[in-house]
């Protein structure tokens, strides 16, 4: 009792803060946390939440042109389940304090980032297959080790999207493996939608442990707990074998098996081209963005009018 | 209007089965009850994951936290007469 009636607070909530950690316990909104672990988990939630509703618009580009009413269906639920995982995640970020109208005001003023990824385009069918695949593909692995964060809300929101994220990905191989049984053409487009999306699904880890200076903090508060590269080599490991099962190739000259540790390693990343795409020069940067403001805008006046009939009712009463 | 608006936000309870406790799942933005029901279905309840909802505006929620735990719970801690083991029970007596 003694030392908490002497030693100034900030202290002793920090030691149990750490504490906490420490027993692998969740830290939950109205708890006491460092500023700078407050930031860093908000701003890493509302990364990921931009991600899975900017990550709407590519796979979006295809549901008129879906191959079959099967084929449609299942792209739509896709879709529908990304926006979902878009919600949980602002409403996991929100419960640190920041309003959802500021999250989608510092993604517009480009102050908030999203995932690289989709800032490329999908250009033919091959694409939705690719992305369901590789992107999704991996996505779980990131999340499934997210589920394991150390701040409540986001490990909860965490846990729910990787139940819905298997199908995601089997949709996603299904079509490439479909595709690989098909004609010599559509066996060409698999592939070359493989050669397109390889690389910069990897790059989805971020750079090298290396070169992520933020990384050792992150890992210290438990907010992430594998490092970009760990976490990427388990995809890849995965991922080859898939690829190997329908007829793939894996579009990597320097590509080599380890037998010791049963692991591939790859050739160099490109990360003048990741790095390019992050600062926005990506083949489709400026389109994601403007498409997201000019629907934000469009249905500004649905959110206005519920909030007068809302009003209206509470005179009502 | 020129602040734009993400309306109230509300907690969402969902009852997996009947019989079963309601669970909190998140929350959602919406004017009143009915919209906020309808949201809480669409954004939590795409593969029969309910069949209730509760839904709650977040600003009614009152909440403990963790650095309240030894004030509000600590009472509790020399109770064990609370709990069955406490009690010796006599050789051979049986379903007690
Ligand atoms: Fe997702
Ligand atoms: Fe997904």
């Avoid at chain 1, 995640?89 to 993604?107: H, V």
């Avoid at chain 1, 999704?136 to 490990?155: C, F, H, K, W």
């Avoid at chain 2, 593969?47 to 004030?71: C, F, L, N, Q």
């Amino acid at each position: 009792m003694e030392d908490i009636l002497t030693t100034p607070i900030s202290q002793t909530a920090l030691a149990h803060f750490e504490a906490r950690l420490q027993n692998d316990e969740k830290i939950e909104p109205k708890d006491w946390m460092p500023e700078a672990y407050r930031k860093t988990v908000l701003r890493q939630m509302m990364q990921h939440a931009h991600s899975e509703v900017i990550g709407m618009q590519p796979e979006g580009n295809w549901v008129l042109r879906a191959p079959s009413l099967r084929a449609k269906k299942i792209l739509l639920a896709k879709i529908q389940d990304e926006g979902g995982h878009g919600l949980y995640l602002y409403s996991a970020a929100e419960t640190l304090g920041m309003d959802r109208t500021e999250m989608i005001q510092l993604l517009h003023e480009q102050k908030a980032k999203y995932s690289s990824i989709f800032n490329y385009p999908a250009l033919t069918w091959a694409d939705i297959g690719a992305i369901g695949w590789l992107v999704d593909g991996a996505a779980i692995v990131n999340q499934v080790s997210l589920q394991r964060t150390s701040y409540g809300p986001y490990a909860r929101a965490m846990v729910r999207i990787c139940k819905e994220e298997s199908f995601h990905q089997r949709q996603g191989y299904e079509i490439m493996a479909t595709m690989m049984k098909g004609t010599p053409e559509q066996q060409a487009m698999a592939q070359d939608a493989m050669n397109r999306w390889w690389w910069p699904s990897l790059m989805m880890f971020g750079p090298h442990d290396a070169d992520s200076p933020h990384t050792e903090q992150s890992m210290e508060w438990k907010i992430k707990r594998e490092s970009n590269d760990r976490l990427r080599q388990k995809f890849i490991d995965k991922t080859i074998d898939q690829a190997y099962v329908i007829g793939l190739t894996i579009p990597d000259k320097d590509l080599k098996f380890n037998e010791e540790t049963k692991s591939y390693s790859i050739g160099p990343i490109n990360w003048d081209e990741f790095w390019s795409v992050v600062k926005g020069n990506g083949p489709c940067n400026k389109q994601r963005m403007t498409h997201h403001i000019k629907y934000h805008e469009e249905g500004r006046w649905v959110r206005e009018a519920l909030e007068a009939f809302a009003k209206k009712q509470i005179e009502m009463n | 209007m020129n602040v734009d608006t993400q309306l109230e936000l509300w907690e969402v309870f969902i009852q997996k089965n009947n019989g079963l406790p309601f669970k909190h799942e998140g929350s959602v933005h919406a004017s009143d009850k009915e919209t906020a029901l309808q949201h809480a279905r669409d954004i939590y309840t795409r593969r029969g994951e309910g069949r209730t909802i509760w839904v709650v505006p977040a600003k009614y929620i009152a909440s403990t936290t963790a650095d309240d735990e030894a004030m509000f719970f600590d009472t509790t801690d020399d109770k064990a007469y609370r709990h069955p083991t406490f009690y010796v029970m006599p050789e051979g007596a049986k379903q007690i």
